[in-house]
């Protein structure tokens, strides 16, 4: 696609559901990132992936949340018994690559706005 | 853990005078630098990255990175009301994850 794309845009949801949130990164970019940001906060790291595998899940808060990318595109974010401070936007972003001398720039996803009730 | 720290702000400007950002960071192990602009709402979008100390003058945006001081900056020349978002320091070392400083609101005062 043209750039990175999150579904839903926004999740309300009952304390104690699951839910899952996708994203569909830029067609090639082999890095995918998610964090969560709360209001007037920066983007807080969760977990990132380096083609299949999570390169570093240091992130995840605890293990109510989990992630994949199964092929080495989309990726989901799956949290479970949902609690009310999961309440946040939950972005989504991509890169060509996970190293070198000149780090490529990430591309951010419109983010998924998470409530929880 | 990398932690990077910014002032919260709100720093305010006049319209066309320099607005100047800031942004420590303590992982010496850093080698890449981002400034991202945030509006109310909408996701991150890159403005700048630099990587070698210096200056590096991209239009009206320049960044400036000191790797001794742990410091890197960002000036915004002739600023403008659109230049008004939130701006987010992010650095990342080699192989590794983006992290974000909490970022500056700036306004830029007609």
């Known amino acids: 696609g043209a750039g990175v794309s999150q579904t839903p845009s926004n999740k309300v949801t009952e304390k104690g559901k699951y839910v899952e949130l996708r994203c569909d990164p830029i067609?090639?970019?082999?890095?995918l990132y998610w964090y969560r940001q709360s209001l007037g906060q920066g983007p807080e790291f969760l977990i990132y992936?380096?083609?299949?595998?999570?390169?570093?899940d240091s992130g995840l808060p605890n293990d109510r949340f989990f992630a994949v990318r199964p092929e080495g595109s989309v990726s989901t974010l799956k949290i479970q018994r949902t609690e009310r401070g999961d309440s946040a936007v939950y972005l989504c972003?991509?890169?060509?690559?996970?190293?070198?001398?000149?780090?490529?720039?990430?591309?951010f996803g419109q983010g998924t706005r998470l409530t929880v009730v | 853990q990398k932690e990077v720290e910014q002032n919260s702000g709100p720093l305010s400007v006049p319209e066309g005078a320099i607005a100047s950002l800031n942004c420590t960071y303590s992982?010496?192990?850093?080698?890449?630098f981002f400034w991202y602009r945030q509006y109310s709402g909408k996701s991150p979008e890159l403005i700048m990255f630099?990587?070698?100390?210096g200056d590096k003058e991209d239009g009206r945006f320049t960044a400036q990175l000191n790797k001794a001081s742990q410091y890197v900056s960002l000036l915004i020349r002739d600023s403008q009301p659109s230049d008004s978002a939130t701006y987010l320091c992010?650095?990342?070392?080699?192989?590794?994850?983006?992290?974000f400083g909490p970022g500056t609101r700036l306004s830029v005062l007609p």
């Open positions: 067609s090639g970019h082999t890095a």
């Open positions: 992010a650095l990342r070392g080699y192989g590794q994850n983006f992290v």
């Open positions: 972003a991509s890169s060509l690559s996970g190293g070198g001398p000149m780090n490529t720039e990430a591309f």
């Open positions: 992982d010496r192990g850093s080698q890449s």
């Open positions: 630099i990587y070698s100390n």
């Open positions: 992936f380096q083609g299949t595998g999570a390169a570093d």
